[in-house]
């Protein structure tokens, strides 16, 4: 009875991974016969996992979704990774999913062995969250509805509020969603524009239902996570600047949180800082953490105050002259 449960469970493993499974591989997989493949495919169907099954050349099994969420196999990474994800969850950041976060949390770490339990306790104790009240908060029934869209081609149509404020009613064929610095963002093709666009979750408001679904298009780019990234750097800040750095792009990207801008290599050791924000003192902290010999010749209002800063480091120097 043990061999049998230990292989049933074995089998649930293979089959949880996202493939279809012939009859012939799970066998030898298993180191059993075909026939006892079929008979174990039935014994985890009638503990409820719906295990799918077509005939031919072609067939096999697959895990499929049923109408109610049967137990899961997780190895020892994953197992951690969904602790920590959980915990992580819990703290805040998507409004709606705290509790369900710590019930979901409170499950898991009832049954984890002491050795992954330890390794949880570690990457929490010593892992140290930096987060914000600025940061914009973001509604999971928001960030499941447009995955859901995504996922199933459909298109959407939401309330939007630009960068300045002003109300709209956008119609998208969702993509993908990126979460960037502490924000969300949607990238989806604009149907009344013909374009690509990036909009800011936490500014968005989807109504329902969602519309007929959409033939997919290429993406604007292969890495939509650097796509987003250009586009958020070039934002209509109040403030945007372009400075020349005299030291390598790589080596800058590590100084500067990647919300910070963005660094574009001219050469070896030099690059060009592209960044903004609403104000010229929040657009110098991010030079002042470069380390490095820069140049900002524009606009008028950032080289003033990068004066005004200069001088007064320089007074707050002791032994400085006046």
Not at 153 to 177: I, K, N, Q, T, W
Request: aromatic content about 6%; some cysteine.
């Amino acid at each position: 009875m043990l061999e049998t449960s230990a292989r049933l469970l074995r089998l649930l493993s293979l089959l949880q991974t996202p493939r279809e499974w012939s009859g012939g591989e799970l066998a030898r997989r298993l180191e059993v016969s075909t026939r006892t493949v079929r008979n174990d495919v039935e014994r985890l169907r009638q503990l409820g996992y719906p295990v799918t099954g077509t005939r031919g050349s072609d067939g096999g099994y697959r895990l499929a979704a049923g109408t109610a969420m049967p137990p899961l196999l997780l190895d020892d990474e994953e197992a951690v990774a969904v602790a920590v994800g959980l915990r992580t969850a819990a703290g805040g950041g998507i409004t709606g999913i705290e509790e369900t976060s710590l019930r979901a949390l409170a499950k898991l770490e009832q049954v984890l062995p002491s050795r992954l339990r330890g390794r949880v306790n570690a990457l929490q104790t010593y892992t140290v969250k930096v987060t914000s009240d600025r940061g914009p908060r973001v509604d999971a029934a928001v960030l499941t509805t447009i995955a859901a869209a995504c996922r199933d081609r459909e298109r959407m149509r939401f309330d939007y509020r630009d960068h300045g404020g002003a109300a709209s009613v956008r119609s998208v064929e969702p993509y993908r969603l990126v979460n960037w610095g502490r924000r969300w963002y949607l990238v989806a093709w604009d149907t009344e524009r013909r374009d690509w666009r990036t909009f800011r979750v936490d500014r968005l408001a989807p109504l329902t239902p969602t519309g007929p679904r959409f033939a997919p298009r290429d993406l604007p780019d292969d890495d939509v996570a650097a796509y987003v990234a250009r586009r958020v750097g070039s934002a209509p800040w109040r403030v945007s600047v372009s400075v020349t750095v005299h030291a390598p792009a790589e080596r800058m990207a590590e100084r500067v949180p990647p919300s910070a801008g963005m660094f574009e290599a001219v050469d070896a050791e030099t690059c060009v800082f592209r960044t903004g924000a609403d104000n010229p003192e929040m657009v110098a902290v991010w030079l002042g953490m470069l380390g490095a010999d820069f140049e900002a010749t524009e606009p008028p209002e950032l080289v003033e105050h990068l004066r005004a800063l200069a001088s007064r480091y320089h007074r707050a120097t002791p032994g400085a002259g006046g």
